[in-house]
């Protein structure tokens, strides 16, 4: 089945994008993680990669032209398939609406989620707007309801906070486009749910809002009413007097307890006994948050008597104490963060071939150097900004390193932006340093003071997190010597940077004490050849080793 692929919000604010560039073109096989295009928004232009596979059948947007949020931008489906009915005015609209005795009925070409999705545009009353769940960053998949800064029955007006929404990159403000009563809130604090799923209804206030929600859901209920009709003969009303329609009666030690099917589940997973779990629903229901909270009962598990044996035993044998205790776990819902960190760097190491290649580096003379510039008023230069320094410097020498591999072509990028590796609470972001090679050490230093420290506060925006062409990760203020990094993709390498350590060394025939930083570059064998990362780390050695060539 064709798929619609719609103008993404790749930014908090945008609100229309800009088609810069088309990378691929009708007619063309189309694999998931493939750029389809460039698109410019009101921060960055960015590369929008494809979730789904098959053949491009259509282009809804021309290169240079700009549309509003989810306007069709293309529809990628199976090879000759059909898709008039998905365009507006297409032949096959004409062509049912011909075939069909009423002129008002909907065309049959559609598919059920398009007819969904137009009775539910046209049929929302003037002044009520549907708010989804946005698309806040380029590889946002789902988002999770950090915080709701408003509660339904408050007056929004535009530009006011409703909710903190955590992506997959951080946790950002999402203000509201439109004034009026906040109606209803579809995802609650903490839930997560994909993109474009409901978040809330923002309208005058007594509006219906069943309604509404029944628009979008009418057609999912008729495909099951057997089911449903299943589920309401198994609680009849007479015996679920204060359950919900949804709670499975149980049956347990000769009593009967009322349970919502996902605690049920839950239980049986856990392998809780739900005689012994006490609900904290209506009318005594057990809950999800009552099986969490589970704890066994002390006396539920007594310590069994042991027979004493001993009497058969040498006095000289004492009996072995084991230790007793309970085994425990705890299950941690996974962030947006950890998940897409978790995604993308399984991506990269198993779809990039990578090598390593370490250099010892002698930083005395940069020790010394650093001492000197920070004797300068209002100068403070850390040894991770002359590394950044050295590094866009190398990257100018060896072009073949700034690369990105595209499958039948390699992209040389000819400006270089330095992405920073940044320990947060919940992983890992890459802050991206734009046009490091045209930017002092102090400018360095000052940028990346300030890109970390947003970035541990969760205040940076997507477009500070995208286009890095070369990432740097330092590990060497927690004291690691030497480690290797996965490739931050699509870049083509990554330099993993450790402490620097005394240890003696030769120098003019003699053993000194030098002071030993180690660098290792991981590569992308299919963009990188051994021989040159190899001089690229040996451009960056001499660099390091004598910093006043920087200054130069």
């Known amino acids: 089945m064709a798929e619609i692929i719609n103008m993404p919000r790749l930014s908090d604010t945008m609100e229309e994008g800009t088609v810069a560039k088309w990378l691929k073109k009708v007619g063309d096989k189309i694999e998931e993680g493939d750029i389809l295009a460039e698109i410019e928004t009101d921060k960055a232009t960015m590369e929008f990669e494809s979730f789904h596979e098959g053949t491009l059948l259509h282009i809804g947007i021309a290169e240079g032209d700009g549309a509003p949020v989810d306007s069709l931008l293309a529809i990628i489906g199976a090879e000759g398939e059909d898709i008039s009915g998905l365009l507006n005015g297409g032949s096959a609209d004409e062509s049912t609406k011909e075939a069909s005795p009423k002129e008002d009925e909907a065309p049959k070409a559609s598919t059920p989620e398009t007819s969904a999705a137009k009775k539910e545009v046209t049929e929302v009353p003037a002044g009520v707007e549907v708010i989804k769940m946005p698309r806040l960053s380029d590889t946002m998949e789902e988002g999770t309801v950090a915080t709701w800064l408003k509660k339904v029955g408050d007056d929004v007006e535009e530009g006011d906070i409703l909710a903190e929404i955590e992506t997959d990159k951080a946790t950002m403000e999402f203000e509201s486009f439109y004034s009026g009563n906040l109606l209803y809130i579809g995802i609650k604090e903490g839930e997560s749910a994909p993109v474009d799923d409901v978040l809330a209804i923002i309208g005058p206030k007594g509006t219906d809002v069943d309604a509404i929600l029944n628009q979008a859901t009418g057609a999912a209920q008729e495909k099951a009413p057997e089911k449903t009709e299943a589920k309401s003969k198994a609680t009849p009303a007479t015996d679920t007097k204060g359950a919900e329609a949804t709670d499975v009666p149980v049956a347990q030690d000769g009593q009967r307890i009322f349970v919502s099917p996902l605690a049920k589940k839950m239980a049986e997973d856990k392998g809780i006994n739900l005689a012994t779990v006490k609900g904290s629903g209506d009318n005594g229901r057990i809950v999800k948050r009552d099986i969490e909270n589970y704890k066994p009962s002390e006396a539920a598990a007594p310590v069994a008597a042991v027979a004493d044996t001993t009497t058969s035993q040498p006095q000289s044998v004492k009996p072995v104490i084991l230790p007793v205790g309970e085994e425990g776990s705890e299950e941690v819902k996974n962030s947006q963060m950890r998940k897409v960190i978790a995604k993308r760097l399984s991506e990269s190491k198993f779809t990039a071939p990578h090598y390593y290649l370490t250099i010892e580096v002698d930083m005395t003379n ?31 020498k060896h072009p073949q ?152």
Not at 371 to 390: F, G, M, Q, W
Not at 474 to 499: K, Y
């Open 366 to 396: 940069a020790a010394k150097s650093r001492a000197h510039i920070n004797e300068l008023p209002d100068t403070k230069v850390s040894y991770n900004d002359l590394v950044l320094k050295a590094c866009a410097m190398a990257l100018q």
């Open 401 to 552: 390193v700034n690369t990105s591999w595209n499958g039948d072509t390699t992209r040389y990028n000819k400006h270089i932006h330095m992405g920073v590796a940044v320990a947060v609470e919940d992983g890992l972001v890459v802050p991206v340093l734009k046009f490091a090679d045209q930017l002092s050490l102090t400018q360095i230093g000052g940028a990346v003071k300030d890109l970390a420290g947003r970035a541990r506060i969760k205040k940076l925006t997507p477009a500070e997190m995208e286009g890095s062409t070369f990432t740097v990760s330092n590990l060497g203020m927690f004291g690691i010597l030497e480690f290797t990094s996965i490739i931050n993709q699509p870049n083509s390498a990554i330099l993993s940077v450790g402490a620097i350590v005394e240890k003696p060394v030769v120098k003019n025939g003699e053993i000194v004490i030098g002071s030993i930083m180690k660098l290792s570059l991981a590569c992308d064998h299919r963009t990188v050849d051994g021989a040159t990362g190899a001089q690229f780390l040996l451009t960056l050695k001499a660099f390091m080793e004598n910093p006043v060539t920087m200054l130069a």
